[in-house]
């Protein structure tokens, strides 16, 4: 089993910036991946952004390229999402996930562990 608790959501205004962090606690963070997804009401469950294991490795959605940035700290069992030039589309819950699965990674159905997630607000 891994416990995935994010922190740092909050409410912010548009074109302002968050850190989000996610701590692991359980198995082995280096054996997972990771990745970041949101939700917004009425939506499904997008990626935002992955990781490899070693954090040289990483993959973001169209929309977040450039403005997100995804980090990981296998010291702390902890990974990170930047956003900087938040827009109130941005507004979801942050949810970030681990995988045992070295491929792929865009489809939450990859992922075998879920943390309860982190709110963002975006206003306008």
């Known amino acids: 089993q891994v416990q995935l608790v994010e922190s740092g959501g909050g409410l912010v205004q548009a074109g302002g910036s968050l850190r989000l962090s996610c701590a692991a606690s359980g198995r082995t963070f280096i054996n997972y991946a990771m990745g970041w997804f949101r939700q917004a009401p009425g939506k499904e469950r997008e990626i935002v952004a992955h990781?490899?294991?070693?954090?040289?490795?990483?993959y973001y959605a169209d929309s977040m390229k450039g403005r997100f940035t995804i980090s990981r700290d296998n010291a702390k069992n902890t990974v990170y999402l930047q956003m900087n030039s938040l827009e109130p589309e941005d507004t979801a819950l942050y949810y970030c996930a681990a995988s045992k699965y070295s491929y792929g990674l865009t489809s939450s159905t990859e992922y075998n562990y879920w943390g309860q997630g982190t709110q963002v607000t975006v206003s306008s």
């Open positions: 990781i490899n294991w070693s954090g040289k490795n990483t």
